[in-house]
């Protein structure tokens, strides 16, 4: 088959579709690629004939032009063919549809498609987002770019490559959505939540849904509470409780806490006992204390051990804490007994004892303390973290710098600042 150069879909859709005779059976309606492939591959054409609509393998195709698609025989001697699940027609799937531009981190509308000879086989390669697309399917393309550049200011295609695309909706295939949930999961949680904010409700689903359980709960914890209780609400019992399992006790209690009491036990009663508890504990406790803002998820050690036990302690308990800068020493009675910072550990010998380096005067709170009080103590001694304790010292949870940010900064305010 001979294909003439890069082409946009607008720039074949309406082309005449010519027998090898040269007779015209008909204009080309769309065209069909296989989905399973980084670069989709042209599988089909589906040509308009009157009321008809004829499926052609691309193999029966000879020539593709900017005039008109020349077949190799007559449309007579082609067998019958149909779309397959694993296949796309892109201007009945694509056209139009909102997608996730996953490099530039942003929803946008495709307003064209391009199309590639790679190899000898016409693949899809990439989605046209801007203004000149759609003046391309309008048909006044030329003329406006005419008056454009008569005022030097040309416009430019923006063309997003294919494999950085992520389809939503009913459009999205399984086989892509696989191609593409892996660079999902890789941006930053609060670039996913920006994303998800610009998604009608089925389409914030969707995201949700395709997305690795982990990247899901920390994108959740970006959103505003409205949208994490939609978020929620929309994805099926299991695959809710699973994604709170993932999230820091703290927040998934606030998530929970925000819902109808009813179904709040219901994800409770779904979710994995020991997590399901930890959350439990901190629901307990009004939003507005140090009880409510704190979490379960911190770092404790005996305080009899030397600097490389603690170090092996350490790399056991930290995948599931919140920070590892402090650590939490606590005595025979499992009370708070002092802190210790990871700094001062990683300058012990190995086999010295961690207990001279433990500040055993700690800044500790009660759960019930006022959150306005835990804000004022952290800044005032400068701290990442602060231990809350109950009435008998022993560790309840801690409240994390993050935390408190929650508090005193609104959340558009505290990610600019985070991210800069």
């Known amino acids: 088959m001979i294909f003439l150069g890069n082409a946009y879909l607008s720039s074949l859709l309406g082309k005449p579709v010519v027998e090898a005779s040269g007779r015209t059976v008909g204009r080309l309606k769309d065209i069909v690629v296989l989905a399973t492939e980084t670069y989709p591959p042209v599988t089909k054409i589906v040509v308009e004939k009157g009321r008809e609509r004829l499926i052609i393998p691309i193999f029966q195709v000879k020539i593709v032009t900017g005039d008109a698609v020349t077949l190799k025989g007559d449309v007579a001697q082609i067998p019958a063919e149909t779309i397959e699940p694993e296949e796309l027609a892109l201007a009945q799937s694509i056209l139009d549809r909102q997608v996730v531009d996953i490099d530039g981190r942003r929803v946008v509308r495709v ?3 391009e199309i590639a000879a790679i190899a000898e086989r016409l693949r899809l390669v990439g989605v ?5 697309g759609l003046l391309r399917r309008l ?12 005022f030097r200011k040309p416009l430019r295609p923006t063309t997003i490559a294919w494999d950085q695309v992520h389809m939503l909706g009913a459009t999205a295939h399984p086989l892509q959505l696989t191609l593409a949930r892996d660079r999902l999961a890789a941006l930053h949680p609060a670039d996913l939540a920006d994303i998800a904010s610009q998604l009608s409700t089925s389409e914030r689903a969707d995201l949700f849904r395709s997305l690795p359980e982990e990247a899901a709960a920390e994108a959740i914890t970006e959103l505003e509470p409205e949208l994490q209780v939609s978020v929620l609400g929309d994805l099926d019992k299991e695959r809710a409780a699973d994604v709170l399992e ?4 703290d927040d998934a209690a606030d998530l929970l806490s925000d819902l109808p009491e009813k179904q709040a036990q219901e994800l409770l009663g779904s979710m994995e006992p020991e997590e399901a508890a930890d959350v439990k504990e901190l629901m307990k406790y009004s939003e507005d204390t140090a009880g409510g803002l704190m979490t379960t998820e911190s770092v404790s050690i005996p305080e009899g051990l030397t600097a490389d036990e603690t170090i092996a302690r350490l790399r056991e308990m930290a995948p599931e804490a919140e920070t590892i800068y402090y650590l939490y020493v606590t005595d025979a009675a499992e009370r708070l007994a002092g802190v210790l910072s990871l700094r001062d550990l990683i300058v012990l010998r190995g086999d010295s004892p961690i207990a001279p380096r433990v500040v055993r005067e700690v800044v500790k709170v009660g759960p019930e303390e006022p959150a306005t009080e835990v804000a004022q103590l952290m800044n005032k001694y400068d701290l990442l973290a602060l231990p809350v304790v109950d009435g008998e010292d022993h560790l309840l949870g801690i409240v994390t710098v993050d935390d408190v ?6 959340s558009t305010r505290r990610r600019r600042q985070l991210r800069g």
């Open 111 to 113: 307003n064209d498609l």
């Open 128 to 132: 046209d987002v801007s203004s000149r």
């Open 139 to 150: 048909g006044i393309e030329g003329p406006t770019l005419a008056v454009s550049r008569l």
């Open 246 to 249: 993932e999230m820091v006790p």
């Open 405 to 410: 940010m929650d508090l005193v900064l609104p």
